[in-house]
């Protein structure tokens, strides 16, 4: 099988190439912008023009060498929620117009799969826990560009085709990663540092190699559609503080309980989006908990 990554230098694209890397039956095509020490890459970026991303995407695919066995996913993205509330016309390039070019070029070659990944954002936070069948209501531009995208994607009717949804995750992060969740509570409470989390944002927080697991799962399953993914956990950002303070054995004084009103924002944050991953779990994905992932964060 050929896995074939875009924006493969991307958190979730790390991981799919760090988990893939030891198998001898596994071809990694990485696509990204910088070059690496440890693979050869295929140099693409999104273009600022229509005209020329589909110009860029055509000569991409031809240079991918496609056939039935490779598997395409899309890990490009512009997930900054306050960058994509200030600079629309970038967030609708990357998130969707980019998406919309790939798949156009893409339908007509053969390949085994293409996994496009959504986020929690599509939903409006009021009415969680959210199923692959919950009505969605983004409250921000960034969701309603990705709700976008997932629909035209699902309109396709293409059995090749997985749109995978995946909740806020964590994980180790890559030299020149943008912290998440759980790297920047354990840097801070290693350095002894003081801490205001939110109590009032809540997700079922998903750790990053347990979403590589679900891919290769779904894969093996051949399915197709949508799918919600995310751990079992519910936690805040507080209650994520404490109990990583608690397995860890540090401070939990340097935490404060603070809500979300307290950090100004650009674009929009909806409170509950938390999953019900039934369906998830019907197909063999099992997340891991904190406590069993806390050690291969450090």
């Known amino acids: 099988m050929r896995i074939i990554v ?100 893409l339908k007509n070659y053969n390949f085994k799969k293409l996994i496009h990944f959504s986020t929690n954002a599509v939903y409006d936070g009021n009415n969680a826990p959210y199923n692959e069948k919950s009505k969605c209501a983004p409250v921000n531009f960034y969701g309603l560009v990705k709700l976008k995208t997932d629909t035209f994607l699902l309109d396709q009717e293409d059995s090749r085709i997985i749109v995978m949804r995946p909740i806020t995750m964590y994980g180790r992060v890559s030299p020149g990663g943008r912290p998440n969740p759980t790297s920047m509570i354990i840097e801070k409470l290693k350095n002894k540092q003081n801490l205001r989390l939110v109590d009032d944002v809540l997700v079922n927080i998903l750790y990053v190699e347990d979403l590589v697991k679900a891919i290769e799962k779904l894969i093996e399953k051949d399915f197709s559609g949508l799918i919600n993914i995310s751990g079992n956990e519910v936690y805040s950002r507080y209650d994520l503080g404490l109990e990583i303070a608690k397995l860890l054995d540090m401070k939990e004084e340097l ?29 063999g994905i099992h997340p891991r908990t904190l406590k069993q992932t806390i050690l291969n964060l450090l």
């Open 255 to 283: 935490i404060e309980s603070v809500t979300s009103t307290e950090f100004k924002t650009v674009a929009n944050r909806p409170l509950d989006t938390s999953f019900d991953n039934t369906l998830m779990k019907k197909n």
């Open 6 to 105: 875009l924006g493969y230098n991307s958190f979730v694209g790390s991981a799919i190439i760090n988990y893939f890397n030891s198998m001898d039956n596994i071809e990694l095509v990485c696509v990204g912008r910088r070059d690496s020490d440890l693979h050869k890459v295929v140099k693409f970026e999104v273009a600022d023009d229509v005209a020329l991303l589909n110009n860029d995407v055509s000569n991409l695919i031809v240079n991918l060498d496609l056939d039935s066995e490779s598997v395409i996913i899309n890990c490009i993205s512009m997930g900054d929620l306050d960058k994509c509330e200030t600079n629309k016309d970038s967030c609708e390039m990357q998130n969707y117009q980019f998406v919309n070019i790939l798949y156009n070029h």
